[in-house]
């Protein structure tokens, strides 16, 4: 049959479309008195329904996205990773990232900002966690979020404020009052993005558990984006656990859930074994001078040492904590567990987190990269 003859075929065989009755509407800008909604009116619901997100075994998780992100976004989880952002703070020695930045980029980019603790870190401090910003910073907590305020600086110092720094996540649980150079966006960053190439000094990301399925397509994006000479830096908890005097034995709780979240991550499409290759991902895409940084992270306040000590209870509050925020999506996912069968699963992984005769770690693993000064894209 030729094409004439088929698309004649097509046609005779396809049913009319319904057709789509239009809405009332005078031509007015919709106001309520009108009875008809405005376009405000409609975007101010899509950002409540997306702000609501979407309940599951009594969690609420991101409404927005192309893939299911495996962590929830409610108030439990958003005080833990405010905690878990001064955790890293001190095993950083307070460093944001490592890099060699400028002390002034202009443009920052933080992917998966979550409540935007980093990047409002970078607002108020150099890589090296020296104020650049004077005035206090006072923290309120609302029926929804614990929210930020400035004492805002004076118009001339407030002008003086040349770095932009962005944050993006697709959940809105970001704070709403800011320093003006500081902005947050939702967005989907394993979509194509938007953002004008070549653009950003420093890309910058921490602990994309759970989210991204094409690590390879973000760190060619990052490449993208990024201008020349500029920095993308990636951190990450590796959720193995690793044990250097065997005083954590091969069946306890830890160690069995270290294993059993590795495999049901991959499952899920969303390896937590990842990070282990940001360093590879990023000399694929191009980047120079790639730089690969391992910490301890100790599960527990085992340690003699006080600082990491310190580190290790913050840590065990983590995961006490978190165990089921990580575990309830991704095991129904992977292995159709219940909520119950989990918990269940939890309660050993709980008992011996406890026991400081295990001298167990994690490693968090940093890597940075530069875009050769000669790309142009």
């Not at 309940?55 to 439990?76: F, M, W």
């Not at 760190?219 to 990024?226: L, R, T």
């Not at 160690?255 to 990023?282: I, N």
Request: some cysteine; glycine content about 6%.
């Amino acid at each position: 049959m030729c094409p004439e003859e088929l698309a004649v075929a097509d046609d005779a065989e396809a049913l009319p479309a319904e057709e789509i009755e239009p809405g009332d509407f005078d031509g007015s800008d919709g106001d309520s008195a009108y009875g008809a909604p405005s376009v405000a009116s409609l975007t101010e619901t899509l950002n409540s329904e997306i702000a609501k997100g979407v309940s599951e075994y009594g969690r609420t998780y991101a409404a927005y996205g192309n893939e299911e992100y495996g962590l929830p976004i409610d108030e439990a989880e958003l005080d833990r990773i405010d905690m878990s952002h001064a955790k890293y703070k001190m095993l950083l020695e307070k460093k944001l990232c490592l890099a060699p930045i400028s002390d002034h980029p202009q443009r920052i980019l933080d992917l998966g900002t979550g409540t935007g603790m980093a990047i409002r870190s970078f607002v108020l401090s150099d890589i090296n966690g020296a104020a650049q910003v004077s005035g206090p910073w006072i923290w309120l907590r609302s029926i929804h979020r614990q929210r930020c305020v400035s004492k805002m600086p004076d118009p001339e110092r407030r002008s003086g404020l040349q770095e932009q720094v962005y944050g993006v996540d697709i959940a809105p649980t970001q704070p709403q009052w800011v320093l003006p150079n500081c902005r947050f966006e939702i967005d989907d960053i394993e979509m194509l993005w938007t953002w004008r190439k070549e653009s950003f000094d420093l890309i910058y990301a921490r602990d994309l558990l759970l989210s991204i399925r094409d690590w390879p397509k973000l760190v060619h994006q990052c490449y993208e984006h990024v201008k020349p000479g500029g920095y993308v830096e990636l951190h990450c908890v590796y959720p193995k656990l690793f044990c250097d005097d065997e005083s954590t034995p091969y069946d306890s709780g830890l160690m069995e859930f270290s294993r059993t979240a590795l495999k049901a991550s991959a499952a899920m499409g969303t390896p937590l074994a990842a990070c282990v290759e940001y360093k590879s991902y990023l000399e694929a895409a191009g980047f120079e001078n790639v730089v690969e940084t391992r910490f301890k992270l100790p599960s527990a306040p085992w340690p003699r040492d006080p600082r990491l000590k310190l580190i290790g209870a913050f840590e065990l509050h983590n995961l006490l904590n978190g165990l089921s925020a990580m575990s309830l999506r991704m095991f129904s996912r992977a292995f159709g567990w219940t909520r119950e069968q989990t918990e269940v699963f939890l309660v050993k992984v709980r008992k011996d987190l406890k026991d400081l005769r295990h001298h167990s770690y994690y490693e968090f693993i940093v890597v940075h990269g530069r875009k050769p000064q000669s790309a142009r894209e």
